[in-house]
């Protein structure tokens, strides 16, 4: 017959397993410490900085009656031209859109002039020959002078710059990176009708070349810019100094605004969202009209109802 097991005996037992399985638990505690300790300190030895987030800026096209400001989008042209055209396209332009209303609104001996200052290849000719002749109105702007996207990738260590037709409306960022804060923040903006992160990422961007921090690790070619994520860009930096663009002169022989690398980046800024929305007035001007119809539309519903059913509330 089988006796059963002493008390005393079943209590020792359970106290050793409890002990068993706080150890247990004190060595995976200890192992998970560890673990986050060694985690934290190779983070903090690889960590970049942070990403600037880029500030608002004034705009005379912000807003649901802003417009472009014509002197700006040509000084604005003048940056692309002069500086960033040697390496960026914008294939969905032609000089004459130059002359568009509410762009920069080019004279058309202007739109001529500046067409008249490149070469294009055309033909072939009666004698089957290709031929290269002077820019018209009709041109689209030039290409880099690279001949192909390999060579482009070779001369910016494997980047390509993108072509800058829609540029402004492909850029943006994001202020709050968490929950709720970047739901409320996208309805403020709705309301608020902020559609200017494209100009402000842009403008932050051709301002945010800095020397790298002590430690930094920057491939060859590469240079350390506070704003694009990363901290990293493979394209150097395009505006390096004051007074590097010249602009018109006023009556006093002064430039009219300032030539600093801020002025520069919010011009050509500028000029790219006229690139990306060449119709922003128009349509402005439009909604606009649309919205005093539908109003006055609304009012006379309104009296029309009143009228048809007077009777049927008398």
Same mark, same amino acid.
């Given at each position: 017959?089988?006796?059963?097991?002493?008390?005393?005996?079943?209590?020792?037992?359970?106290?050793?397993?409890?002990?068993?399985?706080?150890?247990?638990?004190?060595?995976?505690? @200890?192992?998970?410490?560890?673990?986050?300790?060694?985690?934290?300190?190779?983070?903090? @030895?690889? @960590?970049?900085?942070? *990403?600037?987030?880029?500030?608002? *800026?004034?705009?005379?096209?912000?807003?649901?009656?802003?417009?472009y400001d014509t002197a700006q989008l040509q000084r604005g042209y003048k940056i692309y031209r002069e500086v960033c055209s040697a390496c960026h396209s914008m294939a969905l332009l032609r000089f004459r859109n130059l002359a568009d209303p509410g762009g920069p609104e080019f004279t058309e001996s202007q739109v001529q002039a500046l067409a008249a200052e490149y070469k294009f290849q055309d033909g072939p000719n009666e004698q089957g020959e290709m031929y290269e002749r002077t820019g018209r109105p009709a041109d689209p702007f030039p290409k880099p002078p690279f001949a192909n996207e390999q060579q482009a990738r070779l001369t910016f260590s494997g980047a390509f710059p993108p072509d800058m037709s829609v540029l402004a409306k492909a850029r943006s960022y994001e202020r709050y990176g968490w929950f709720p804060a970047d739901i409320v923040y996208g309805i403020w903006n709705i309301l608020t009708q902020? *559609?200017?992160?494209?100009?402000?990422?842009?403008? @932050?961007?051709?301002?945010?070349?800095?020397?790298?921090?002590?430690?930094?690790?920057?491939?060859?070619?590469?240079?350390?810019?506070?704003?694009?994520?990363?901290?990293?860009?493979?394209?150097?930096?395009?505006?390096?100094?004051?007074?590097?663009?010249?602009y018109p002169k006023g009556p006093d022989g002064k430039p009219v605004v300032p030539e600093t690398v801020a002025q520069y980046s919010k011009d050509v800024a500028a000029f790219l969202m006229w690139a990306a929305e060449p119709r922003l007035d128009q349509r402005k001007r439009i909604a606009f009209e649309v919205m005093l119809y539908l109003l006055a539309f609304a009012g006379l519903m309104y009296f029309v109802k009143k009228k048809v059913w007077a009777g049927a509330h008398a």
């Open positions: 017959m089988t006796s059963m097991p002493d008390l005393a005996d079943c209590q020792a037992r359970t106290a050793m397993t409890t002990m068993k399985r706080a150890g247990l638990a004190l060595a995976a505690l @200890a192992a998970l410490s560890c673990a986050g300790v060694l985690s934290a300190s190779a983070q903090e @030895a690889n @960590a970049a900085p942070e *990403q600037k987030i880029p500030e608002r *800026q004034s705009w005379s096209f912000a807003g649901p009656f802003g417009i902020y *559609q200017t992160q494209g100009p402000d990422y842009i403008s @932050a961007l051709l301002q945010g070349y800095k020397e790298a921090p002590k430690g930094f690790d920057l491939q060859p070619g590469q240079s350390y810019n506070e704003i694009i994520p990363g901290n990293r860009i493979a394209m150097p930096p395009p505006l390096i100094q004051d007074g590097q663009v010249e």
